[in-house]
């Protein structure tokens, strides 16, 4: 007996199981994750559900050297609980093919640089079709990727070498069915996947991952799902369903309408996933930032010479909501406190910083 994949209350069940999101939170120190019960002692095995950039950063923690971890801001709680750690097999499993992995080719070239890990990838996945070359055509960075993956299975570095005592597998046309429980039913012992093959759209010119009735499964003791994320609903502001994020022009949050000619909504902006997608890396995120502010920044200049006025409080307003509302916030100048001790900590054990992993010691530095 299994626990579909599909349940949410799959990942309370069984202990071992966790979101990446989870995982990540855990490991940068974010206060409502330092006490997340992940062990990394009772199994050699993990299995990372989703082949993004966030599904990389899980394995690349789980598979690269102490020394390096060590001296990066990782929060000290995860380095101690890795220094004890028996991962020494990781697999990244996709639905689709190395054409279609949702990472960059930065995060992939990171990991499949990391010494001392033996990689494997069946070259029999990297026989691509007529669609995934049309695919790669109009995407030049999934070319990039894919290239990335025909280059280290050409190598000798996908070569099992004895004398490396990690593995890194990339598993690709596999979908989870069920988690797989241990004997006493409570903690995960491994992942039914069922083979896949891909099906083109016409209409969106993507392929899809469709299910071949075939199965195998993959024995572990951890795994991670890292298969997406879609932004919620906010109040009062428009939002589109199917894409998961607020209708926008570069920022500027449009009124719904049902003819091509949307209105801007005076004063109201978005930014970030909510305003183009779970997609992207920190560049992205700047750069989304910069276009939003600039929209600002024009609206405002508008106003100045006697355009249309706002008629929205702006941060007075918020501050009084938030006041309102019972709300700690921290201050520009908080941050920086904190910042400030946080470099200085860190640099006592030789990193940038160690960070604070309370919310009320958060709150106690930034107010001091």
């Known amino acids: 007996m299994g626990q579909k994949v599909t349940e949410n209350l799959a990942f309370q069940e069984l202990a071992g199981i966790f979101s990446a999101r989870e995982f990540v939170w855990w490991y940068n120190g974010h206060p409502d994750c330092t006490n997340l019960s992940v062990d990394l002692q009772s199994t050699d095995t993990a299995v990372i559900i989703g082949q993004g950039n966030v599904a990389l950063d899980v394995a690349r923690i789980l598979l690269r050297p102490l020394k390096e971890l060590a001296t990066t801001d990782i929060a000290e709680h995860a380095v101690s609980a890795l220094q004890k750690s028996c991962i020494r097999k990781v697999y990244l ?80 046309f596999k979908q989870p069915e069920i988690f797989l429980p241990t004997i006493d039913q409570r903690k995960v012992a491994g992942v039914r996947f069922e083979k896949t093959v891909l099906k083109g759209d016409d209409a969106t010119g993507r392929q899809y991952a469709m299910g071949t009735g075939e199965f195998e499964e993959i024995k572990c003791g951890l795994v991670f799902k890292s298969v997406g994320y879609k932004s919620l609903l906010v109040d009062g502001s428009p939002f589109d369903q199917s894409k998961g994020i607020v209708p926008n022009s570069k920022g500027r949050v449009l009124m719904p309408s049902k003819t091509d000619n949307a209105s801007y909504i005076n004063g109201l902006y978005v930014v970030g996933w909510l305003k183009r997608g779970p997609t992207g890396i920190i560049g992205t995120n700047l750069y989304c930032a910069e276009e939003t502010v600039e929209s600002i920044s024009e609206d405002i200049r508008v106003s100045l010479l006697g355009g249309c006025h706002s008629s929205h409080p702006g941060r007075v307003g918020l501050l009084e909501a938030l006041r309102t509302k019972g709300v700690q916030y921290i201050s520009f100048s908080g941050w920086e406190k904190i910042d400030t001790k946080e470099k200085e900590s860190g640099s006592v054990k030789g990193k940038p910083r160690e960070k604070i992993t309370s919310w009320q010691e958060l709150l106690q530095v930034a107010n001091a």
């Open 93 to 172: 499993v996709g639905r689709r093919g190395p054409v279609q992995a949702a990472c960059t080719a930065k995060e992939l070239r990171e990991i499949l640089g990391i010494p001392g890990v033996n990689l494997h990838i069946k070259e029999a996945d990297l026989v691509t079709s007529s669609l995934d070359e049309e695919e790669m055509k109009k995407n030049r960075s999934q070319k990039r990727v894919y290239e990335l993956f025909s280059k280290a299975a050409g190598s000798l570095t996908c070569r099992q070498i004895s004398n490396f005592k990690l593995d890194l597998h990339f598993v690709f």
